[in-house]
C-alpha cells in the first residue's frame, strides 16, 4: 500500500504537523518504506512460533542482599516529634 502526496498532506493536517512543500517527498517516501516494511513483515510466516512476554529471555541481575549500613534508628527517632516502642507517631488521618 503506497500513500499518495495527498494522503500524506492529509495525514500531516490530522497529526497537526506542520510540513513544508519541500519536506513532503521526503517524508512520503519515508512514510511508504515504513509502510512497505510492516507489509514484509506480516508475509512471514509465523504459525507454530510461541509468542514472548519479552524479546530478550533473560534473568535480572540482583544485587547481593548484604547489609550496607548501619543502624541509626534511635539517631533518628531521637529527633522525631513522637515516638512510642520504636514506632513513629503521626496524627489521625481517617476517623
Partial sequence: MALERTEVE?????ARLGLAEADLPRTTETLNNILGLI????AVDTCGIEP?????ETTQRLRADVV???NQRDAYQ????AVEDGLYLVPRVIE
Avoid at 39 to 42: A, K, L
Avoid at 78 to 81: F, G, H, T, V
Fill in 68 to 70: 550496607t549500613e548501619r
Fill in 39 to 42: 507489509d514484509r513483515m506480516q
Fill in 52 to 56: 514472548l512476554a519479552h524479546p530478550l
Fill in 78 to 81: 531521637a529527633i522525631a516529634p
Fill in 10 to 14: 492529509k495525514i500531516a493536517h490530522l
